[in-house]
């Protein structure tokens, strides 16, 4: 779980610092930009949908857990 949020954080930094530079760079560093952005974006999406996969699927666990405790 904590491998997956720091991927998870290191994606979004990816993409914001690729927004960032693409946007404010100027026209020599759009390349750039985009080479930070879409990896970004790729590592964002797949690391928070597993993230709350994982998050449901322990959710789910541990209503089983509650229910079998009463």
Known sequence: MK???TRLIIGSVLLVSGIILFQFGGHKHHGK???LGIPGF???AAYGLTFLQVRKHYLK???Q???LDQ
């Open 61 to 63: 666990k541990r209503e």
């Open 65 to 67: 857990e509650d229910l």
């Open 42 to 44: 790729i590592l964002t």
């Open 33 to 35: 930009g985009m080479i």
């Open 3 to 5: 491998k997956i949020v």
